[in-house]
């Protein structure tokens, strides 16, 4: 189908990478957390506080689904839980060449220590909660990537040449 997917732990550069990829390939870039958004009319932190975890991980299913009806050639930013999911690894894999981008629990937290619209960071120690949840995740991450590129210390230019020397 031509897409690349960008996977990886909130933080990460999903979506910063995305659009900047999609600006050097030229291709159209979608962020699923954005058309999940769009779709419910409210924001990831509405859906968790009026649905839950596991409607918004439905939401993402059906998410994928509907792109794989239709989306080629494009690149595509994921939600950091996405992955989480077998069914959704295995519809990634359809999709398209999964990238993850990964990064150390230290370098996460310095990314998103203010961001209070991440719902699953609120509370005591995120510090300790983004190693338990990457801890948790990194398999299903693994599971699902094609490539796997470490961004800790790079910066985006760095990042950017390490993916289109994988997908050329």
Known sequence: MGNVILIGFMGAGKTTVGFRLSYRLRKPVIDTDKEIERAEQRSIAEIFAAEG???FRDSETR??????EHTSNQIISVGGGLPLREEN???LHTLGQVIYLRATAETIYERVKHDTARPLLQGDNPLAKIRTMLAARESCYQDAADIVIDVDGKDFEQILCEIEKEIA
């Open 53 to 55: 975890e596991e409607y």
């Open 89 to 91: 690894r295995k519809l």
């Open 63 to 68: 998410c994928l689904n509907r792109l794989l």
